[in-house]
Nanobody, 132 residues
Framework: VQLVESGGGLGQAGGSLRLCCTAAGFDLDDVNYAITWFRQAPGKDREGISCINSSEGGRKYYANSVKGRFTISSDDAKNTVYLEMTRMEPEKSAVYSC???????????????????????WGEGTQVTVSS
């Protein structure tokens, strides 16, 4: 299993970027999975920001810090999960990573689905820097 993030780079405060998490070694339309985006700034804890859970019919979870501004989606044909980020904030510059859990997740709840300890497979991350 491999996850590869792309789409990071330099953005402007209040602007938008779209991140991609492309999976290899499994097919999104063949397995139960949860894929979650995390971010980690230097000296800070890793933060779970958004999850898509196929076991719950594609249910989406968002951290309060990004709700209403970020959107997670998936494209089975491209085996890719996207994170559309809008109204970006400079203080949220960080390395953004995606992670996958392969299996059934039902009734775990938002806190559990956004907890990094749940996830088996991780990408290397992509840097997102938001200029003010």
């Amino acid at each position: 299993v491999q996850l590869v993030e792309s789409g990071g780079g330099l953005g402007q405060a209040g602007g938008s970027l779209r991140l991609c998490c492309t999976a290899a070694g499994f097919d999104l339309d063949d397995v139960n999975y949860a894929i979650t985006w995390f971010r980690q700034a230097p000296g800070k804890d890793r933060e779970g920001i958004s999850c898509i859970n196929s076991s719950e019919g594609g249910r989406k979870y968002y951290a309060n810090s990004v709700k209403g501004r970020f959107t997670i989606s998936s494209d089975d044909a491209k085996n890719t999960v996207y994170l559309e980020m809008t109204r970006m904030e400079p203080e949220k510059s960080a390395v953004y990573s995606c992670a996958a859990y392969l299996g059934i997740n039902i009734g775990i709840g938002r806190q559990g689905m956004l907890d990094p300890v749940r996830y088996h497979y991780w990408g290397e991350g992509t840097q997102v820097t938001v200029s003010s």
